[in-house]
């Protein structure tokens, strides 16, 4: 089956240092990848996708991701976090359901940000 | 342009009650999808609406419902509530069907418990 994992559940870190969340991926054929964040008390914002080509994906909010297929991951990277940034972040793979399309998302990974 | 709205924004009913949450999505958006939040299983999709018919559903139980208006606002309906449907329940619009050409934008969400 179609699915996403994303295998770290809370993450800390400092303010200004770089931040990486991990997803993999489960799934024959290119993958269509999101990551979304969710801030407590509000719904879910698109950071960034991929679909195909360049595998690097630059995002809002000053983040990337890139694609990997050899390791099936699509893994979310910030250069320096803000305390801003403290939030759930979710990664999301389309999947097909009786043939339409629909979003299986990860398990999240919530990150802490310390001063 | 005004995000996707969803009412009420907290509701507490008791078991075996039913209840309709509504959602408005942002302006010229046709279709409209549903899901649930909760810590055990995550964000599991619903159903997704567009031009009024039911296009692509999830597997939850016929006590969920929904429906969409020729305005494009949605409802969903839980009838026979359980303990367990105590969830956050999300609703997403995109201007058109199919996750993979159009972004999904999400409102901040119905908090339901049930008692």
């Known amino acids: 089956a179609q699915s996403v994992t994303q295998p770290d559940i809370h993450i800390t870190v400092s303010e200004g240092a770089s931040l990486e969340l991990r997803c993999n991926y489960s799934?024959?054929?290119?993958?269509?990848l999101f990551w979304y964040v969710q801030s407590p008390g509000q719904g879910l914002q698109l950071l960034l996708k991929?679909?195909?080509?360049?595998?690097l994906v630059q995002g809002i909010k000053g983040f990337e991701a890139e694609f990997k297929r050899s390791q099936s991951s699509f893994n979310l990277r910030k250069p320096s976090v803000h305390w801003s940034d403290a939030a759930e972040y979710f990664c999301?793979?389309?999947?097909?359901?009786?043939?339409?399309?629909?979003?299986?998302f990860g398990t999240g990974t919530r990150l802490t940000i310390i001063p | 342009k005004a995000g996707v709205t969803q009412t009420p924004r907290y509701l507490i009913k008791t078991r075996g009650q039913q209840v309709t949450l509504s959602c408005s999505p942002i302006?010229?958006?046709?279709?409209v999808s549903w899901y649930q939040q909760t810590p055990g299983q995550g964000l599991q999709f619903l159903f997704e609406?567009?031009?009024?018919?039911?296009?692509n559903k999830g597997n939850f139980p016929g006590r969920f419902s929904g429906r969409q208006f020729s305005n494009s606002r949605s409802e969903m309906n839980v009838s026979t509530l359980e303990l367990g449907d105590s969830a956050l329940y999300l609703c997403?619009?995109?201007?058109?069907?199919?996750?993979?050409?159009?972004?999904?934008?999400f409102g901040p969400g119905t908090r339901l418990t049930v008692t």
């Open positions: 997403a619009s995109s201007l058109e069907a199919g996750t993979v050409s159009y972004e999904q934008y």
């Open positions: 799934y024959g054929a290119t993958p269509y």
């Open positions: 991929y679909f195909s080509g360049d595998t």
């Open positions: 999301a793979v389309v999947t097909l359901n009786f043939g339409n399309e629909k979003l299986t």
């Open positions: 302006s010229g958006h046709r279709s």
């Open positions: 609406y567009f031009s009024e018919t039911q296009r």
